[in-house]
């Protein structure tokens, strides 16, 4: 689900953008080869929000603003990747998860010329 709003004043445009979705499905790693244990990464949440200020010139437009992502700055986990290494005295397995950005600032200069 993703919900979003733009709102626009005197050449400056404020947005804020919110994507949510349920937890991706991931493989657990197993003890028994044949069997397939699977379950559920937490739910990903994510709320954006940016506010931009455009300048017109004769024959250019240069956009200034900032952007700030997830700025509730939750962990959302959307990939768990499993290692195993069998060795000579058993086996054991590396779990690593892949996360998107946490809270991040985003400065930005756009130019157009005509």
Same mark, same amino acid.
């Given at each position: 689900?993703?919900?979003?709003?733009? =709102?626009?004043?005197?050449? =400056?445009?404020?947005?804020?953008?919110?994507?949510?979705? $349920?937890?991706?499905?991931? &493989?657990?790693?197993?003890?028994?080869?044949?069997?397939?244990? &699977?379950?559920?990464?937490?739910?990903?949440?994510?709320?954006?929000? $940016?506010?931009?200020?455009?300048?017109? =010139?004769?024959?250019?437009?240069?956009?200034?603003?900032?952007?700030?992502?997830?700025?509730?700055?939750?962990?959302?986990?959307?990939?768990?990747?499993?290692?195993?290494?069998?060795?000579?005295?058993? $086996?054991?397995? &590396?779990?690593?998860?892949?996360?998107?950005? $946490?809270?991040?600032?985003?400065? =930005?200069?756009?130019?157009?010329?005509?």
């Amino acid at each position: 689900m993703q919900l979003s709003e733009m =709102f626009t004043m005197k050449g =400056f445009v404020a947005s804020v953008l919110w994507n949510y979705r $349920s937890g991706q499905p991931r &493989i657990l790693p197993s003890p028994n080869s044949s069997a397939l244990l &699977i379950e559920r990464l937490d739910y990903f949440s994510q709320l954006d929000a $940016s506010l931009a200020k455009t300048f017109l =010139f004769d024959h250019a437009g240069v956009t200034c603003g900032f952007s700030l992502l997830n700025v509730l700055n939750r962990l959302n986990v959307v990939q768990v990747d499993n290692l195993q290494i069998l060795g000579q005295l058993g $086996s054991y397995t &590396i779990t690593s998860n892949v996360s998107s950005l $946490s809270f991040t600032p985003v400065f =930005f200069v756009k130019c157009r010329f005509y």
